[in-house]
C-alpha cells in the first residue's frame, strides 16, 4: 500500500463581497454622488460600488428597506426625502436631530444610524477650500429652511462674531432662535430688518438658485471683501451672484464644494478613511460665468 498523503488541500482564499452604498432621492439621474464616492474609492482603495437609486415618492422606506436587506451598508438621501430619513433613523446623531432632516445612513443589523453632513461640508468648503475663516465674522444665512438648520451649528462651533438669519416669512426665522437655543445665539427676521447692516459672509440657503428669483437684499449688505456663497451647484452665475457681483463682491462662490465635502464626511463614517477632495472638486467644478 502506498503512504496516505497526509497533506491537507490548499484553503481557499475568503470570499469577498463588495459593499454597496447608494444615494437615494426623487428624482435622481442629476446626482453627482456617484461619480464623486467612485473617485473616492478609487483614490483610497476602497472596494465599494455605489449606485443612484429613484423611490417612488410615496415609497421611500421600503425602498431603503429593500436596499438594507439586499445587504446595502450605507446610503446618502437627497430631496425630497431628508425628513423621511430622520424619521426611519433609529439611531440620529446630534446634526440629524438638529437639523430635523438626515443626509446620510448607516446600517448596522437592525439600527439605522443618521448624520447630517451638509453643514459641515459647507464650513469645510469655505474654511479649508475658499480660504475664509469664519472666526470673529459676521455671517448671514438667507432662508430658514431645512439647509439653514443643518448649517447652524457647525457655523456657530467656529465662533463668529454674529449669525444672522433673513428670510421672507420673519417669523419661520424667528423660530429658529427658539429651536437652537443654546446651541447658536442668533439674530433673526425678514429681509427688511437687514437694513444699514453688513456682513463679510453671505450665503443663499433659498430656492432662488433653482428658480432665478431675485432676494430682497438692502444695499450695503455685503461688506467689503465679502464672500458671497450659492449653496446650489451647477446653474452658473445665479441672481443671488449676480446681486453680489453688482455690490462690488469678487469672492463668490457656488456649492459643489459643499457637495464634495459632505460626501468626503460620509465616505469617512462608512470607511474609517478619510479622502482627498480638492481634485474631485476641481474636476466638477464650472466657471460661474
Known sequence: MGLRDNRLPPTAPPSTMTDRYAVIGHPISHSKSPLIHGLFAQATGQDITYTAIEAPLDGFRATVEAFRASGGRGMNVT??????????????????????????????GERIHAQNFDGLGLVNDIQRNLGVSLAGK???ICGAGGATRGAIVPIAAQRPALIAIANRSADKAHGLKTDFAGHAALQTGGYEDLAGESFDVVLNATSTGL???????????????????????????????????????????????????????????????????????????????
Do not use: H
Request: no cysteine; hydrophobic share 50%.
Open 79 to 108: 430631496l425630497p426625502f431628508k425628513l423621511q430619513a430622520f424619521e426611519i433613523a433609529t439611531d440620529p446623531m446630534e446634526s440629524a436631530r438638529l437639523a430635523g432632516a438626515v443626509n446620510a445612513l448607516k446600517f448596522d
Open 211 to 289: 428658480s432665478q428669483a431675485e432676494l430682497p437684499l438692502p444695499a450695503g449688505v455685503f461688506a467689503p471683501g465679502a464672500l458671497a456663497y450659492e449653496l446650489v451647484y451647477g446653474k452658473g452665475l445665479t441672481p443671488f451672484l449676480r446681486q453680489a457681483q453688482a455690490a462690488g463682491v469678487t469672492q463668490i462662490a457656488d456649492g459643489v464644494g459643499m457637495l464634495v465635502e459632505q460626501a468626503a464626511e460620509a465616505f469617512e463614517w462608512w470607511r474609517g478613511v478619510r479622502p482627498v477632495t480638492r481634485p474631485v472638486i476641481d474636476q466638477l467644478t464650472v466657471p460661474l460665468v
Open 138 to 140: 459676521r455671517v448671514l
